[in-house]
């Protein structure tokens, strides 16, 4: 088994920044994938970015290109979503998850082995 922690979220005004970590357990964190997820209400749960495990390559979705990074600490065993300029739209609970499978763009959610419990984020306006 490999648990996953989100932490990191809250609530924030419309421009501010805030960094989620995805905190995993085991020494072989390095072999797996992490991607980011996040549901809003009433909306299905979408991929927000990846980093690999096998080359540390990164994707960030289109509709938050220049204002999130994805990146990873294999030495402490996390990985991060840094955001930028919040958006009342980034609204959302935020996922981490871990993946065997190749790449960073790995948007198929039945891929990722492991779930985080989620951490809310909440912008306001």
């Known amino acids: 088994q490999v648990h996953l922690v989100e932490s990191g979220g809250g609530l924030v005004q419309a421009g501010d920044s805030l960094t989620l970590s995805c905190a995993a357990s085991?020494?072989?964190?390095?072999?797996?994938?992490i991607g980011w997820f996040r549901q809003a209400p009433g909306k299905e749960r979408e991929f927000v970015g990846g980093?690999?495990?096998?080359?540390?390559?990164?994707y960030i979705v289109d509709s938050v290109q220049g204002r999130f990074a994805v990146s990873r600490d294999n030495a402490k065993n996390t990985a991060y979503l840094q955001m930028n300029s919040l958006k009342p739209e980034d609204t959302a609970v935020y996922y981490c998850a871990a993946t065997s499978n190749l790449g960073p763009a790995v948007t198929t959610q039945s891929w990722y082995e492991y779930w985080g419990q989620g951490t809310q984020v909440t912008v306001s306006s």
């Open positions: 980093i690999a495990w096998n080359d540390d390559s990164t």
């Open positions: 085991g020494r072989t964190f390095s072999t797996w994938g």
